[in-house]
């Protein structure tokens, strides 16, 4: 996906790519790499910015259990019984005090068992979602 | 423009929350305002689409990491500062249909969403969403007994440019007060 940007008058040539397990970022020549190696996750990137990027594809840390992060309304469900999920992957989106969350894969896994389903209300701290 | 924004200026956009979020994940700083100057699916809640012609004012922030009840409130305070914008600049009396809409002559012009992005009982991204029916001349056969524009309101074009500043700079002072 390519973009042109405009921050404060000057325009940036962005170029967006997935490769596998990563993702290249290019601004105006310069690339960015976010790479998930699976146990632990890393940017290589050529400053010193700070990334968000890097937290989000934090270290693997096999959690068996998706709960929910507070009361709300599941709106989507993006997996099924079966399906192997990665880390930081969109699992469902809960419509809680009136923003929409989506909620990501804290580890790598397979579901197991889907207990919830669209429009059901959960509670904070329910088990959403069972990995083997 | 305050030279102190950070914006991300897109000609057409899918929606700006969508390229926010990705932005956001990939590292862009808080407070970046990704604008764009029509979406094609700019939407709601629960997916619900919002008209987003030429003229209109639609643009998302990516918000600095929050607790997730700050920014609830947040959504909340967002609707007084645009409504506050509104009131201030044009002397009108804006209604806030809580938390996320905004109402002109009993119909809808301005809509609010905040948008997260949780892993376990983190939340890493926070997008705050606003669209707001500024320069439109007119809505399609079924938007137009429950949508209406500033331009319609007014009878003429109002600034975007300043509208937005003044939103995000309200915005970010009720940040600081909830933060304290």
Same mark, same amino acid.
């Given at each position: 996906?390519?973009?042109?940007?405009?921050?404060?008058?000057?325009?940036?040539?962005?170029?967006?790519?997935?490769?596998?397990?990563?993702?290249?970022?290019?601004?105006?020549?310069?690339?960015?790499?976010?790479?998930?190696?699976?146990?632990?996750?890393?940017?290589?990137?050529?400053?010193?910015?700070?990334?968000?990027?890097?937290?989000?594809?934090?270290?693997?840390?096999?959690?068996?259990?998706?709960?929910?992060?507070?009361?709300?309304?599941?709106?989507?469900?993006?997996?099924?019984?079966?399906?192997?999920?990665?880390?930081?992957?969109?699992?469902?989106?809960?419509?809680?005090?009136?923003?929409?969350?989506?909620?990501?894969?804290?580890?790598?896994?397979?579901?197991?068992?889907?207990?919830?389903?669209?429009?059901?209300?959960?509670?904070?701290?329910?088990?959403?979602?069972?990995?083997? | 423009?305050?030279?102190?924004?950070?914006?991300?200026?897109?000609?057409?956009?899918?929606?700006?929350?969508?390229?926010?979020?990705?932005?956001?994940?990939?590292?862009?700083?808080?407070?970046?305002?990704?604008?764009?100057?029509?979406?094609?699916?700019?939407?709601?809640?629960?997916?619900?689409?919002?008209?987003?012609?030429?003229?209109?004012?639609?643009?998302?922030? $990516?918000?600095?990491?929050? +607790? /997730?009840?700050?920014?609830?409130?947040?959504?909340?305070?967002? %609707?007084? *500062?645009?409504? !506050?914008?509104?009131?201030?600049?044009?002397?009108?009396?804006?209604?806030?249909?809580?938390?996320?809409?905004?109402?002109?002559?009993?119909?809808?012009?301005?809509?609010?969403?905040?948008?997260?992005?949780?892993?376990?009982?983190?939340?890493?991204?926070?997008?705050?969403? $606003?669209?707001?029916?500024? +320069? /439109?001349?007119?809505?399609?056969?079924?938007?137009?007994?429950? %949508?209406? *524009?500033?331009? !319609?309101?007014?009878?003429?074009?109002?600034?975007?440019?300043?509208?937005?500043?003044?939103?995000?700079?309200?915005?970010?002072?009720?940040?600081?007060?909830?933060?304290?």
């Amino acid at each position: 996906m390519n973009l042109k940007i405009k921050i404060k008058g000057r325009e940036y040539d962005v170029e967006l790519q997935e490769d596998k397990d990563k993702v290249i970022v290019k601004i105006d020549g310069k690339e960015y790499i976010f790479a998930n190696n699976g146990e632990t996750s890393q940017i290589e990137k050529q400053d010193n910015q700070s990334e968000k990027g890097a937290k989000i594809l934090a270290k693997n840390n096999n959690i068996k259990e998706i709960k929910a992060p507070l009361s709300g309304t599941i709106s989507e469900i993006f997996i099924k019984t079966g399906n192997e999920i990665k880390i930081a992957q969109k699992l469902l989106t809960l419509s809680a005090m009136k923003m929409e969350n989506e909620i990501l894969a804290e580890s790598n896994g397979k579901i197991k068992e889907i207990l919830v389903t669209k429009d059901q209300k959960v509670k904070e701290g329910e088990i959403l979602i069972i990995l083997e | 423009m305050n030279s102190n924004l950070k914006i991300i200026n897109l000609e057409k956009v899918n929606s700006t929350s969508e390229v926010a979020k990705d932005l956001a994940l990939r590292g862009v700083s808080d407070w970046t305002i990704v604008l764009g100057n029509m979406q094609e699916k700019g939407h709601g809640r629960k997916g619900e689409a919002w008209f987003s012609p030429l003229g209109g004012l639609y643009f998302s922030i $990516i918000l600095p990491k929050s +607790n /997730i009840n700050d920014l609830q409130t947040l959504t909340v305070l967002a %609707a007084f *500062s645009v409504a !506050q914008t509104l009131k201030e600049n044009f002397q009108i009396e804006p209604l806030i249909k809580l938390p996320n809409d905004i109402l002109l002559n009993q119909k809808k012009v301005c809509g609010i969403l905040t948008e997260n992005i949780i892993m376990g009982d983190k939340t890493l991204i926070s997008i705050l969403g $606003i669209g707001l029916n500024t +320069n /439109i001349d007119f809505f399609p056969d079924d938007l137009k007994e429950i %949508a209406i *524009s500033l331009k !319609q309101v007014l009878s003429k074009e109002v600034d975007n440019y300043k509208i937005l500043e003044q939103v995000v700079a309200s915005i970010k002072k009720q940040l600081e007060i909830i933060n304290q």
